[in-house]
Nanobody, 121 residues
Framework: QVQLVESGGGLVQPGGSLRLSCAAS????????MRWYRQAPGKERELVAT????????NYADSLKGRFTISRDNAKNTVYLQMNSLKPEDTAVYYC??????????????WGKGTLVTVSS
């Protein structure tokens, strides 16, 4: 069955770095655009970054551009989020999302369970 499993979260000090991974299975990974979302305590879920099916185009929240980088490895069915210069306000549960980007998959939408990132001294 379809599965998205995030990993790499944890506790880091302000200014530190983390690399999140999302391993996909049960569907044709290369037919799906991939996105990272996050939800901070007491706040609404927000879009962090998006990458197209081949990795040819990426988009980021303006406040994160220059600190966060999304990438994908279609041979490994994995999407990554490199996070640098972390700030306390980056503390959130980070979710991996797969969105169908081909005619055969249009409208399909899969979610992982999330991984917690805590930025604190």
């Amino acid at each position: 069955q379809v599965q998205l499993v995030e990993s790499g979260g944890g506790l880091v000090q302000p200014g530190g770095s983390l690399r999140l991974s999302c391993a996909a299975s049960g569907f044709t990974f290369s037919y799906y655009a991939m996105r990272w979302y996050r939800q901070a305590p007491g706040k609404e879920r927000e879009l962090v970054a998006t990458i197209t099916i081949t990795g040819g185009s990426t988009n980021y929240a303006d406040s994160l551009k220059g600190r966060f980088t999304i990438s994908r490895d279609n041979a490994k069915n994995t999407v990554y989020l490199q996070m640098n210069s972390l700030k306390p306000e980056d503390t959130a549960v980070y979710y991996c999302n797969a969105r169908g980007s081909r005619s055969s998959t249009w409208g399909m939408d899969y979610w992982g369970k999330g991984t917690l990132v805590t930025v604190s001294s």
